[in-house]
Nanobody, 116 residues
Framework: QVQLVESGGGLVQPGGSLRLSCAAS????????MGWYRQAPGKERELVAT???????NYADSVKGRFTISREIGKDTTHLQMNDLKPEDTAVYYC??????????WGQGTQVTVSS
């Protein structure tokens, strides 16, 4: 089992920045993939950014150049630095982890609201 705890969400004005964190615990030695997804009201959950054990990253086109995903080796934590936030970035952001064998784990989510 892997437990994921997200933090760092909140209310920010357009153009502002936030940094989300996702701390993993449990069977973290088997982690090989972590990512951030988001779900806005009335919309499906979508990929935001992912990073694997080789530090290969992937971003949604809508966040490229504004968001950066990273991970802290040894702390089993991934971060999502979000700059130049826009109202359309408003959503609940979820952390996802995949372990060897394919089991997926999700965090509880953290709300990000971009509004003036």
């Amino acid at each position: 089992q892997v437990q994921l705890v997200e933090s760092g969400g909140g209310l920010v004005q357009p153009g502002g920045s936030l940094r989300l964190s996702c701390a993993a615990s449990g069977r973290v030695f088997s982690l090989y993939f972590m990512g951030w997804y988001r779900q806005a009201p009335g919309k499906e959950r979508e990929l935001v950014a992912t990073i694997n054990i080789n530090d290969n990253t992937n971003y949604a086109d809508s966040v490229k150049g504004r968001f950066t995903i990273s991970r802290e080796i040894g702390k089993d934590t991934t971060h999502l630095q979000m700059n130049d936030l826009k109202p359309e970035d408003t959503a609940v952001y979820y952390c996802k982890a995949i372990v060897y064998g394919g089991t997926e784990y999700w965090g509880q989510g953290t709300q990000v609201t971009v509004s003036s």
